[in-house]
């Protein structure tokens, strides 16, 4: 984007959350004196407000009375769906529409970037790569929709960009990645995208992105696998020549590789993400058998599966980053055992039904609804004839779910919060879900460990 339209034309930054306000204080460095409008449609936290200078107007209230029309660029944070009637009708009156992202690749063309993205497994798979890089004596800044936001890095003499894109961030990119990468795809973010084919088609953005530069995919996922049988430059991974998961290990074609995965990695699904960053390293040329010692070394990510521990006999997993059915499934599968299952969170009509075989083949001793859809979830349960020994149940918030989990669950059993849905708006986003169930089961909730891996 040429420096000029920033500088002489209207601006407003839609959005300030983490990543709007990023976008604020980048075009604050460049351009200390334009004037920012700043639309938000919540009241922002406090720190921005006492951050604003005299050249910052801030508007809160609904976009669509905000006249978007009336600017030249719209900045639009990732929560901001440019889908919304209000930011298509802008674009059609010939208001230009960009992203922090946008921006960040607009400036940062000769980094090395590696962009990772899929429905499950993106952040557990950016980190697992940049911790092992990071081992072999790369500088390596993960970031993205993990970490801090791509505007607020300042760093240089980075080797690798870790790069976590959602499909926010997908949806309208402007970018050359170095590597590109896509996990997995089912639906999700429907009420964001307006359709299953949207979110898809965003998702897939990134295939597009990487042009002729190398792709990597799942030759598991049924779709990618049709989508992409013919596409050149594609360096597959859980196929049968490649580096793939399988037999409760990890093999390179036919040959076992050296490789452990540890305790926090549990389950076939990070086997699967493990494949994709060690094929990431072969592109790249790093010596894979050489990255079993760090891999076994590796933290997972909070919210992810975490163990918290063990009280009175029971043990209790926080997966509250899991929001959609098959994330849910995915951690009973990895689990088993006996099992209290916590789901529900913002309803935006996820069908469950095509899940529920797979939850009735691992059924838990319980499973209890929380708001907003926990109780859609439990009627369809019903209707299909799941029913756990002890119960199908409702609860009205998650302090009374996590009291009832605990008069229901065995000795020797386990209480999972895998809530299958998004936090809003019962919490502000998935990490305040995940800290208030670590600390009503009784936990003290550990701050995620800084992101910033660079080698110093």
């Not at 000029?4 to 990543?19: F, N, P, Q, T, Y």
Request: aromatic share 6%; net charge negative.
């Amino acid at each position: 984007m040429p420096a000029v339209s920033l500088e002489s034309g209207r601006v407003a930054i839609l959005g300030v959350g983490r990543e709007g306000q990023a976008a604020r204080e980048y075009l604050r460095s460049l351009y200390p004196d334009i004037e920012l409008s700043l639309l938000a449609e919540a009241d922002p936290d406090r720190a921005l407000s006492s951050a604003l200078s005299d050249h910052d107007r801030l508007h809160i209230g609904p976009l669509a009375n905000a006249g978007l029309e009336q600017f030249d660029i719209l900045v639009r944070s990732p929560g901001v769906s440019p889908y919304r009637k209000c930011i298509q009708n802008a674009r059609a009156a010939g208001v230009r529409i960009t992203t922090p992202s946008n921006l960040w690749f607009a400036s940062h063309e000769n980094e090395q970037t590696i962009c990772i993205t899929g429905t499950k497994g993106k952040s557990t798979t950016s980190a697992l790569l940049a911790h092992i890089l990071h081992s072999f004596g790369c500088r390596v800044r993960l970031a993205g929709n993990i970490g801090l936001p791509l505007l607020a890095c300042d760093d240089r003499g980075i080797d690798w960009w870790i790069i976590e894109l959602s499909s926010y961030q997908l949806a309208d990119l402007e970018a050359r990645p170095d590597i590109s990468v896509i996990l997995n795809l089912s639906p999700e973010h429907l009420d964001w995208h307006g359709s299953e084919q949207a979110y898809l088609n965003d998702k897939l953005r990134l295939a597009e992105l990487a042009g002729d530069r190398p792709l990597v995919l799942n030759a598991g996922d049924t779709l990618l696998a049709e989508l992409f049988a013919d596409r050149e430059s594609v360096s597959w991974f859980n196929s049968a020549g490649g580096i793939r998961a399988g037999q409760g290990g990890l093999f390179d074609a036919n040959s076992p590789l050296p490789v452990v995965p540890p305790e926090s990695l549990p389950g076939a699904h990070n086997l699967s993400n493990t494949a994709a960053a060690l094929t990431v390293l072969r592109i790249i040329g790093e010596d894979i058998s050489a990255a079993g010692r760090s891999i076994s070394s590796f933290r997972s990510l909070p919210h992810r599966l975490e163990v918290l521990g063990e009280k009175a006999g029971i043990r209790y997993v926080n997966d509250s980053i899991s929001s959609t059915p098959v994330a849910t499934v995915a951690a009973l599968e990895t689990l088993g055992g006996q099992v209290t299952l916590l789901l529900g969170g913002l309803d935006r009509g996820l069908d469950w039904a095509p899940y529920l075989g797979r939850i009735q083949a691992r059924l838990p001793v319980s499973i209890i609804g929380i708001p907003d859809n926990g109780s859609r979830v439990i009627r369809e349960m019903r209707q299909a004839g799941i029913s756990p020994p002890k119960g199908l149940h409702e609860s009205e918030n998650l302090p009374d779910a996590v009291e009832l989990a605990q008069e229901l669950t065995p000795q020797g059993g386990l209480v999972l919060l895998s809530p299958g849905a998004p936090s809003f708006p019962q919490f502000r986003d998935f990490s305040d879900r995940g800290r208030q169930f670590t600390e009503l089961c009784g936990f003290i909730h550990e701050k995620a460990e800084s992101f910033q891996t660079d080698k110093k």
